[in-house]
């Protein structure tokens, strides 16, 4: 597994956690337990710092960065589909970033929400809890849940 530190900014990777061999964690990052970090995935730390919870699954190709403004914090139980990216912004407990989906600077989204497949919430934009967010700016889906 390619695990590098940058400087003074070195990774954190909880013993429990998985890292496999063809994924890349570089600077500030801190991953914790049970969490899981798939082929090609990329966690960048190298101008902010990265948080990943417990139990989070960050899948095949995802890209996940900071910048120094905006640390990206992604909770526990969350799952980061293939191809994701995400970009200083906050993913809370339980989430669920879809496959090619993009969360930009400053965005969050809530506890138990859904950001569905090719979504982008862009900069600043709030996903609430349980909610689904879909399209390109992603808009929440009225009426829909992430929750049955």
């Not at 909880?14 to 798939?38: E, K, L, M, N, R």
């Not at 996940?64 to 191809?83: K, N, R």
């Not at 339980?94 to 989906?101: E, I």
């Not at 689904?132 to 808009?139: D, Q």
Request: net charge negative.
């Amino acid at each position: 597994m390619a695990i590098y530190a940058l400087g003074d900014r070195v990774p954190s990777i909880h013993p429990d956690a998985f890292v496999h061999p063809d994924a890349t964690v570089i600077g500030d990052v801190t991953i914790g337990a049970q969490s899981s970090i798939w082929p090609s995935a990329v966690l960048r730390g190298d101008y902010g710092t990265i948080v990943i919870g417990e139990r989070t699954s960050i899948q095949d190709g995802a890209v996940v960065h900071a910048v120094e403004a905006f640390p990206t914090i992604v909770g526990s139980d969350v799952v980061v589909g293939h191809l994701a990216h995400l970009e200083g912004c906050v993913i809370h407990d339980g989430s669920l970033v879809g496959s090619g989906s993009i969360v930009l600077h400053h965005a969050h989204v809530h506890t138990g929400a859904t950001v569905g497949a090719g979504a982008v919430v862009t900069n600043n934009q709030i996903v609430p809890e349980d909610a689904l967010a879909v399209g390109i700016p992603a808009k929440i889906k009225e009426g829909a849940s992430s929750r049955p």
